[in-house]
Each structure stands twice: as structure tokens, then as C-alpha cells.
Antibody, heavy 122, light 106 residues
Framework: QLQLQESGPGLVKPSETLSLRCTVS??????????WGWIRQPPGRGLEWIGF???????QYNSSLMGRASITLDTSQNHFSLKLSSVTAADTAVYYC??????????????WGQGILVTVSS | DIQMTQSPSSLSASVGDRVTITCRAS??????LNWYQQKPGKAPKFLIY???SLQSGVPSRFSVSGSGTDFTLTISSLQPEDFATYYC?????????FGHGTRVEI
């Protein structure tokens, strides 16, 4: 069974870049029909889709992030990463990594990491 | 962006109750509607996709209906493990968007 685990700093200073990694076990990130994405949840609030990327290089991002988000895959290490630049306190949230299916018939996040709280503060 | 509106935002129920949650999209999303369950301090759990297909292992007391703009999630007989927050999500258009959640509590 696929397992995902987020890692990275829990505290980031304003204006700096948030960097998180998601390590995938129990399966490979190589299949072309899988997308690897990030979702965040500010404390006490709802879910916000950040974006996702496939092994073929097809990527989609939430335009609300104004081009600040970037997702990359490392197939040799079986992990993927998120970078979010120029962070502010509004980026404080629990960040989840997840595997997505994205096709004509199947579009959903079916495997999730446990989440990591990232606080933006000086 | 497509806005997803859930109602109610919270509800109180008892074990054995029938519970219905509605989700409305700001435009037609065909059947690209998913449901997730989230318990406090945990990641969301994928329950239902394509408006009506239960993920493997999801109990049959969960049922869904709808297409276009209006969808419902029904739990026929609420069990203790069902107390959680439920989110709908549209995947018709980018960005994928979620409803604000419905908290089911005792």
C-alpha cells in the first residue's frame, strides 16, 4: 500500500522560501498516469489545492498562489518536493502531499501523507 | 474558480441517525465530485469519487447522488467512527476546489 510522508522545517521566516519533501514508499512515483501534489489547510480552516505534477512533466498550479509554487519529482529517490517562495503569515498551514489520479474518468486524491505544520513567523 | 458550497456547516446527530450533507457547485461540474472525511489531527481520507463511486473499503451506509451542480452525501445509520468533518471537492476544472466542510458531531 502506498505511503506518503512529508518532511521539512516547521518554521519559516517571512519572505523566505518554504521547502517540503514527500517521500513515497510502497510504490513508485514513475507511473505516467499518476500525479503528485500538495494541498494545504490553514489552522481551523478548509482545504486548498496547491498543485500537482506528473512524471511526464505535466504540471498544474493554483493561480491564487501567483506563481510562487513549484513542484519537482526525483524519481531516483522516489520523492517529490514543494517550494513556495516569498511566504507570509497567510501561508501558515498544515501541508499535505498526496497522489492524484487525473484522467477523463478519474480525478481525485486517493493517498495522502499525514501532514506537516509549517508556521511562517520571524 | 468554481465555488463549492456545503450545507450545513455543522450538524449534531446521534448514533443510528440518518444524515444528509449537500454540496452545490457554482457551475455545472458534471459528475466530477469527490468526498473526503477528516478527523481531528488527521489527513483527509478519500471516500467517494465521480459523484457516486465508493472507494474500496468504504461502508455501504455511505451513499451519494447528484450531477451538474447539486450533490448529496447520505450516511444511512451514523456510527461512532463517522463523527468527522466531510469535504466535497470538484475536479472538473483547475484549480480543484473544496467545500468549506461539514462537521458531524454528537
Amino acid at each position: 500500500q502506498l505511503q506518503l510522508q512529508e518532511s521539512g522545517p516547521g518554521l519559516v521566516k517571512p519572505s523566505e522560501t518554504l521547502s517540503l519533501r514527500c517521500t513515497v514508499s510502497g510504490g513508485s512515483i514513475r507511473p505516467n498516469n499518476y500525479y503528485w501534489g500538495w494541498i494545504r489547510q490553514p489552522p481551523g480552516r478548509g482545504l486548498e489545492w496547491i498543485g500537482f505534477l506528473s512524471n511526464t512533466g505535466n504540471s498544474q498550479y493554483n493561480s491564487s498562489l501567483m506563481g510562487r509554487a513549484s513542484i519537482t519529482l526525483d524519481t531516483s529517490q522516489n520523492h517529490f518536493s514543494l517550494k513556495l517562495s516569498s511566504v507570509t503569515a497567510a501561508d501558515t498551514a498544515v501541508y499535505y502531499c498526496a497522489k492524484a489520479e487525473w484522467s477523463v474518468t478519474d480525478r481525485y486524491f486517493d493517498s495522502w501523507g499525514q501532514g506537516i505544520l509549517v508556521t511562517v513567523s520571524s | 474558480d468554481i465555488q463549492m458550497t456545503q450545507s450545513p456547516s455543522s450538524l449534531s446527530a446521534s448514533v443510528g441517525d440518518r444524515v444528509t450533507i449537500t454540496c452545490r457547485a457554482s457551475q455545472s461540474i458534471s459528475r466530477y465530485l469527490n468526498w473526503y472525511q477528516q478527523k481531528p489531527g488527521k489527513a483527509p481520507k478519500f471516500l467517494i469519487y465521480a459523484a457516486s463511486s465508493l472507494q474500496s473499503g468504504v461502508p455501504s451506509r455511505f451513499s451519494v447522488s447528484g450531477s451538474g451542480t447539486d450533490f448529496t452525501l447520505t450516511i444511512s445509520s451514523l456510527q461512532p467512527e463517522d463523527f468527522a468533518t466531510y469535504y466535497c471537492q470538484q475536479t472538473y476544472n483547475i484549480p480543484w476546489t473544496f467545500g468549506h466542510g461539514t462537521r458531524v458531531e454528537i
